[in-house]
């Protein structure tokens, strides 16, 4: 519904009304309603403004029931609301590995997280210094002083496989669960296409040359604004050259490998991502279905 985001009145029709429901967030946590067994992670509008004093309300789109927004707490720490038995506090990620929401509600969650961040980080003018405003339903801050306008980002990033015959690369940060290899990735430079990207991270990380790159598939991560864009590259040769600070190892695996890693079934007991990462998907894409470069 981005047509309605420059009518300020339709966006407060739509806040009033008594269908308005809210995501809502404590600092960068987001807050769930639970309704039984089952939890929710909306809450009519009346309902979000008494877990808190408001600091941010952003206009997220309309469901066909009940127009969306998100709502951030001044209260930048989330313990306030961890004693009460009706709510839930917990990280977006855990939500997602946890399987806590119907999937279709993990769009509009990540929209909410990642909305509430950039205006979180950005309340003053990169021009001038001043304070901002919010505009068009929280898509735009500008500045009343020397009228720049702002708007949120999303940070790309890519993240990609290098195959070569019946086996590829996989490395692993010191971040990661133990036994967990998953599909190397890194920020898209100023000027960079997301080919060259791909072939210039391999390189980095694990010293792996690459030729032709090939895009599968991409998926919003909300941690807190980026964007994956998911590709296969044709490694040229065999050599792995670890650069020991973003990789704590890499190696080669073959489909055998990374099929029994997928199915948790590794004789080594080593895993792959978590299938709500878009990781986990390439490598479903290059060992069970034969995707490649």
Same mark, same amino acid.
């Given at each position: 519904?981005?047509?309605?985001?420059?009518?300020?009145?339709t966006?407060?029709?739509?806040?009033? $009304? &008594?269908?308005?429901?809210? =995501?809502?967030?404590?600092?960068? =946590?987001?807050?769930?309603?639970? #309704?039984?067994?089952?939890?929710?992670?909306l809450? !009519?509008?009346?309902?979000?403004?008494?877990?808190?004093?408001?600091?941010?309300?952003?206009?997220?789109?309309?469901?066909?029931?009940?127009?969306?927004?998100?709502?951030?707490?001044?209260?930048?720490?989330?313990?306030?609301? #961890?004693?009460?038995?009706?709510?839930?506090?917990?990280?977006?990620?855990?939500?997602?590995?946890?399987?806590? *929401?119907?999937?279709?509600?993990?769009?509009?969650?990540?929209?909410?997280?990642?909305?509430?961040?950039?205006? @979180?980080?950005? @309340?003053?003018?990169?021009?001038? %210094?001043?304070?901002?405003?919010? /505009?068009?339903?929280?898509?735009?801050? =500008?500045?009343?002083?020397?009228?720049?306008?702002?708007?949120?980002?999303?940070?790309?990033?890519?993240?990609?496989?290098?195959?070569?015959?019946?086996?590829?690369?996989?490395?692993?940060? &010191?971040?990661?669960?133990?036994?967990?290899?998953?599909?190397?990735?890194?920020?898209?430079?100023? %000027?960079?296409?997301?080919?060259?990207?791909? @072939?210039?991270?391999?390189?980095e990380?694990?010293?792996?040359r690459?030729g032709?790159?090939?895009?599968?598939?991409?998926?919003?991560?909300?941690?807190?604004?980026?964007?994956?864009?998911?590709?296969?590259?044709?490694?040229?040769?065999?050599?792995?050259?670890?650069d020991?600070?973003? *990789?704590?190892?890499?190696?080669w695996? $073959?489909?055998?490998?990374?099929? !029994?890693?997928? /199915?948790?079934?590794?004789?080594?007991?080593?895993?792959?991502?978590?299938?709500?990462?878009?990781?986990?998907? =390439?490598?479903?894409?290059?060992?069970?279905?034969?995707?490649?470069?």
């Open positions: 519904m981005a047509e309605v985001r420059d009518k300020p009145d966006i407060a029709a739509m806040e009033a $009304s &008594s269908a308005a429901r809210a =995501i809502v967030l404590a600092g960068d =946590i987001p807050i769930l309603k639970r #309704q039984g067994d089952a939890l929710d992670v809450f !009519s509008m009346s309902e979000a403004r008494d877990l808190g004093q408001v600091r941010e309300c952003v206009f997220l789109g309309h469901d066909g029931t009940s127009p969306i927004f998100g709502l951030a707490l001044e209260a930048q720490e989330p313990e306030t609301h #961890q004693e009460r038995d009706d709510l839930l506090v917990i990280d977006a990620r855990s939500i997602a590995v946890q399987g806590l *929401l119907s999937p279709e509600w993990l769009g509009p969650l990540g929209e909410a997280k990642s909305l509430l961040y950039w205006h @979180r980080r950005h @309340r003053f003018c990169a021009a001038c %210094g001043q304070a901002t405003e919010l /505009k068009s339903g929280g898509w735009k801050r =500008i500045c009343p002083s020397c009228e720049a306008e702002h708007f949120p980002r999303t940070d790309p990033v890519a993240i990609m496989m290098a195959v070569k015959g019946d086996k590829c690369v996989l490395g692993r940060q &010191s971040r990661f669960p133990a036994g967990m290899y998953s599909c190397l990735a890194g920020f898209i430079e100023p %000027g960079e296409t997301v080919e060259n990207a791909v @072939r210039r991270e391999l390189f990380e694990a010293g792996v690459t032709a790159v090939r895009y599968l598939a991409s998926q919003p991560w909300p941690f807190p604004g980026s964007m994956m864009i998911g590709c296969i590259a044709e490694a040229l040769d065999d050599e792995l050259v670890i020991g600070e973003e *990789l704590e190892d890499a190696r695996f $073959s489909r055998e490998e990374v099929i !029994s890693m997928i /199915k948790v079934e590794h004789p080594d007991g080593l895993l792959a991502p978590q299938p709500i990462a878009i990781a986990h998907a =390439i490598m479903r894409a290059w060992a069970l279905e034969g995707e490649t470069a």
